[in-house]
């Protein structure tokens, strides 16, 4: 018998961490039974994988660029996904492109994330007003936070200069983590 209201949520770092787990899972885990057993966690859950189904999609048709981890790529990898990647060091600049067999533009912002708990992306195309991404997740000990552009829309700029700030905010302000410069020119042909 499931539940309608559930007196024990189950918070939604575990179910991104459930959601994302790759491999079988132990028999009688306590979380699945439980998500087997709530219809309001089981509706939580089934809200996350339709949401990771359209950030998904969005990305794969180019509309949106967005954070990603390491297990997104691996697993975009698995699918034959192609990705041309450029790493960039604080305060670093770049030439990048992309060719006609790249699925994913990937870009490895190299930082010190150490006691950063908020991080916002802020991102300037030369030109355009600048947009803040507010609160990325990012890990202590990442070392680089990963950005990524599906190819469609990536494949439609000419020639443009883009600058990524990441700014560790905290109650006493921001703190700058790095400044990177990407000079996309379009492969010619």
């Given at each position: ?18 959601w ?54 691996d697993?975009a ?45 802020v ?31 990536a ?26 410069t ?6 010619p042909?």
């Amino acid at each position: 018998m499931t539940r309608e209201r559930c007196d024990r949520p189950v918070e939604l770092a575990a179910l991104v961490d459930y959601w994302l787990e790759e491999g079988e899972r132990p028999e009688g885990d306590p979380l699945e039974e439980h998500l087997l057993g709530c219809a309001s966690c089981g509706a939580r859950l089934q809200g996350l994988v339709d949401l990771t189904d359209g950030v998904r999609r969005l990305a794969r048709e180019g509309a949106v660029g967005m954070v990603v981890t390491p297990s997104f790529l691996d697993r975009a990898a698995s699918e034959g996904l192609r990705a041309r990647e450029y790493r960039v060091a604080p305060g670093g600049r770049v030439d990048c492109t992309v060719t006609p067999e790249d699925d994913l533009l990937v870009g490895r912002l190299q930082g010190d994330f150490a006691g950063v708990s908020r991080l916002d992306v802020v991102v300037q195309e030369e030109g355009r007003p600048e947009h803040r991404i507010a609160d990325v997740p990012v890990s202590h000990d990442a070392g680089e936070l990963i950005v990524a552009q599906a190819m469609p829309a990536a494949r439609a700029w000419g020639k443009r200069r883009f600058r990524f700030r990441l700014l560790a905010r905290d109650t006493t302000g921001e703190r700058l983590v790095g400044e990177y410069t990407f000079d996309h020119t379009p492969t010619p042909g």
